[in-house]
């Protein structure tokens, strides 16, 4: 399961925050997007080949005003909100307002099945009674190369909640480290455990 430079590959994308109308998120709203990641993962023994999993090492977070990436944030963006990669619960891609928040698909340090999460502030974010002068993203749980997440679940999901509604529709662009490495029984059968939702 080491990090090694010859197996490991990028997975990224970029998930849209806002309601099925495209507006902004309102205060308390919740969204996913689900990654099908069934290419990479088989669970599965057949005879003397192993079950394979996704190993994730690191995700790198990005906020911005546009999908690719590039839209510099507005300084008088208020946003508060949660967001993390959490394996194998089968969300989909729902708009801000569609999702429920439960203890399997929270993006939290708590739920065994969270990749990676973190807060977001906003420039202008009062909810904390002190207002920041710049965005500030704080890594909450986040895997390593020396102990990545492994994944045996066909998908991983960003979810995300607000806590303050948002100025303007914001995109959340990630890049996960990943590779696919061989499985023996024990860890197998403990990862399906625990990724059992």
Do not use: C, H, W
């Given at each position: 399961m080491a990090y090694d430079l010859k197996d490991v590959f990028y997975?990224?994308?970029?998930?849209?925050m806002a309601q099925s109308d495209g507006t902004v998120p309102l205060a308390g709203e919740s969204g996913s997007?689900?990654?099908d990641v069934s290419a990479f993962v088989d669970p599965i023994s057949r005879g003397k080949a192993a079950g394979v999993g996704l190993a994730v090492y690191k995700i790198h977070y990005g906020i911005s005003s546009t999908?690719?990436?590039?839209?510099i944030l507005d300084?008088?963006?208020?946003?508060?909100?949660?967001?993390?990669m959490v394996a194998g619960a089968g969300t989909g891609n729902t708009s801000a307002g569609g999702l429920?928040?439960?203890?399997?698909?929270s993006p939290t340090v708590a739920n065994a099945l969270t990749i990676g999460a973190f807060d977001f502030y906003g420039?202008?974010?009062?909810?904390s009674g002190e207002v920041p002068s710049y965005p500030v993203l704080t890594q909450l749980i986040e895997p390593s190369t020396e102990v990545p997440y492994v994944v045996v679940r066909d998908n991983i999901c960003m979810v995300y909640k607000y806590k303050e509604a948002a100025?303007?529709?914001?995109?959340?662009?990630?890049?996960?480290?990943?590779?696919?490495i061989k499985?023996?029984?024990?860890?197998?059968?403990?990862?399906?455990r625990t990724q059992t939702v």
């Open positions: 997975l990224d994308g970029s998930v849209q997007q689900q990654i999908s690719d990436g590039s839209g300084p008088t963006e208020t946003s508060v909100f949660k967001a993390g429920t928040i439960t203890s399997q698909n420039p202008k974010a009062t909810g100025t303007e529709v914001l995109y959340i662009n990630f890049r996960m480290e990943v590779a696919r499985l023996g029984t024990d860890l197998l059968n403990q990862l399906l």
